[in-house]
């Protein structure tokens, strides 16, 4: 019973009284145990970075995306191992410093920091703009009940990253591939306060 009492003390308790140590019971307490642990692990992960959340222990179905290409681009999306400015320039190199978050800008419009959700939802260039149109009208198409509004980009784009229904999942992987292609016809972007590490 000791055991059991300090289920009450994890990092997310789990709470349990007498009755819940009946056969019925006991796979009641495994389940409450495993969403604990989930919970507890993907407030670690959000914790740890501003990147796109993962939720973590579960197969994602974007995994199931059939054509390679745009699945390696969704995958690479969700776990930022992209060719943005927000990851590039986290990172010194030779000869170059890293650069503040801030001054991660967009190599195109050079308005906002080059993110993932700049990059998919809000950039005007006009090639990004061609391609956001058409995806929204597909988007809209496959799940109609999609809300029109939202409280920013970054909420709008993770709640597409988790929606549930494959066929958007699908599309917004190849949508994912082709805005990533269209960023790596230009280079990126590089503050010239930060481009060289004084010797």
């Known amino acids: 019973m000791t055991d059991l009492a300090l289920m009450r003390k994890l990092p997310v308790p789990v709470d349990l009284c007498s009755r819940d140590l009946t056969p019925d019971g006991v796979s009641e307490i495994r389940k409450s145990l495993l969403e604990a642990c989930d919970k507890w692990l993907s407030r670690e992960v959000a914790d740890m970075s501003s990147r796109i959340p993962l939720t973590v222990l579960k197969l994602r179905q974007y995994l199931r995306v ?3 290409a745009h699945r390696k ?3 690479r999306l969700i776990l930022s191992a992209h060719t943005l400015s927000i990851e590039i320039l986290r ?3 030779r000869r170059r410093e890293r650069a503040p978050r801030d001054f991660r800008f967009c190599r195109f419009c050079r308005l ?3 993110s993932e959700s700049h990059a998919l939802i809000t950039c005007t260039t006009p090639t990004l703009t061609a391609l956001r149109c058409q ?6 198409r496959l799940v109609p009940d999609l809300p ?3 409280a920013s980009a970054d909420d709008f784009l993770w709640h597409l990253v988790q929606c549930r229904d ?3 999942t699908q599309r917004l992987a190849k949508y994912t591939y082709d805005v990533f292609a269209v960023f790596a016809t230009c280079p990126i972007f590089k503050p010239a306060e930060y481009l060289y590490i004084t010797l």
């Open 66 to 68: 059939p054509v390679p």
């Open 91 to 93: 990172y010194a190199e």
């Open 112 to 114: 906002a920091v080059e």
């Open 166 to 168: 494959f066929d958007l």
């Open 73 to 75: 681009a969704l995958t």
């Open 148 to 150: 029109r509004s939202w």
């Open 135 to 140: 995806f929204f009208m597909d988007i809209y």
